[in-house]
Nanobody, 117 residues
Framework: QVQVVESGGGLVQPGGSLRLSCAAS????????MNWYRQAPGKQREFVAR???????DYADSVKGRFTISRDNAKNTVYLQMNSLKPEDTAVYYC???????????WGQGTQVTVSS
């Protein structure tokens, strides 16, 4: 089984920064792609960023140039550095691990990010 645990959310003023972390553990982590999604109140969950084990990354247009995803393969941990935060970035941020061999998805419990003055 795989467990995914996010941390690092909180309240920040517009223009500020936050760094989210997501640690994956378990015997079946394997070759994987790690993703960040977010869900704002009353909206559907949306893709934010993804990174492969080799370090290739992709971003939603709404966060390009402001967010940076990175990972530490030795620790099975992915990070999301969020800069120049806007009120519209307010959401619950979820970490997702996609295990390539089986195409199974594993989700964390989410961490709240609130951008407000």
């Amino acid at each position: 089984q795989v467990q995914v645990v996010e941390s690092g959310g909180g309240l920040v003023q517009p223009g500020g920064s936050l760094r989210l972390s997501c640690a994956a553990s378990g015997s079946n982590v394997g070759l994987n792609i790690m993703n960040w999604y977010r869900q704002a109140p009353g909206k559907q969950r949306e893709f934010v960023a993804r990174i492969t084990r080799g370090g290739s990354s992709d971003y939603a247009d709404s966060v390009k140039g402001r967010f940076t995803i990175s990972r530490d393969n030795a620790k099975n941990t992915v990070y999301l550095q969020m800069n120049s935060l806007k009120p519209e970035d307010t959401a619950v941020y979820y970490c997702n691990l996609l295990r390539v061999a089986t195409m199974q998805n594993y989700w964390g419990q989410g961490t709240q990010v609130t951008v407000s003055s």
